[in-house]
């Protein structure tokens, strides 16, 4: 079957711009993860989602950041006023339900250019 | 808060050779440890968890809550281990199922 799909693959936008990124999790997995990984560090947790609530938004960097996930499937994250630090490649990961007995399984990430 | 380190982030080794790649975490509470790999063009994807005792592809890890380590061992590395390695840890009891990761360690297997 099919795995974690995120939709684009890359985006390059200008400063100031309003980007969404999508993720299609797999089918089925009740929680979805969203992560951000900067060149040369390891994904940090940005927000999680078990059915169509956000769980823990804890990891957002601020309030330029949104997440939604309306029909408890595909989600969207939502960046507006971008920003050079913006840049990254944002993650997204799903599991079948919450709990550290889940392995969680990621997407091949949008890498996110701010010029 | 937990943190966790990963003290490489380059490890050089000739095929056949061990290989320990090394993780320090802090958490005062009982943590789940886990390691992902990400080999050249792949996605992320899980190697391990501490909670299955289990070895993947010759790798294995033990916790050591008096060092508050997790270390992935290998006795006899092959090319194809050549990747990114993460150390991630789940700190239910406080964040639920969200993981903290490491900065990774690159490793590299020589022929």
């Known amino acids: 079957g099919a795995g974690v799909s995120q939709t684009p693959s890359n985006k390059v936008t200008e400063k100031g711009k309003y980007v969404e990124l999508r993720c299609d999790p797999i089918?089925?997995?009740?929680?979805l993860y969203w992560y951000r990984q900067s060149l040369g560090q390891g994904p940090e947790f940005l927000i999680y989602f078990q059915g169509t609530g956000a769980a823990d938004d804890s990891g957002l960097p601020n309030d330029r950041f949104f997440a939604v996930r309306p029909e408890g499937s595909v989600s969207t994250l939502k960046i507006q006023r971008t920003e050079r630090g913006d840049s990254a490649v944002y993650l997204c990961?799903?599991?079948?339900?919450?709990?550290?007995?889940?392995?969680?399984?990621f997407g091949d990430g949008t890498r996110l250019s701010i010029l | 808060a937990q943190r966790v380190t990963q003290p490489e982030k380059l490890l050089s080794v000739f095929k056949g050779a061990p290989v320990e790649l090394k993780c320090n975490y802090s958490y005062s509470g009982s943590p789940e440890l886990f390691w992902y790999v990400q080999y050249s063009r792949q996605r992320l994807q899980l190697l391990l968890r501490?909670?299955s005792r289990e070895s993947i592809k010759g790798f294995t890890a033990d916790l050591n809550k008096g060092e508050t380590s997790f270390h992935l061992k290998k006795p006899f590395a092959q090319e194809e281990d050549s990747a990114m390695y993460y150390c991630a840890l789940s700190a239910w009891e406080t964040s639920g199922s969200r993981l903290t990761f490491g900065e990774g360690t690159q490793l590299t297997v020589n022929p």
């Open positions: 990961a799903s599991s079948l339900k919450p709990g550290v007995n889940q392995p969680q399984h």
């Open positions: 501490h909670i």
């Open positions: 089918s089925g997995h009740t929680a």
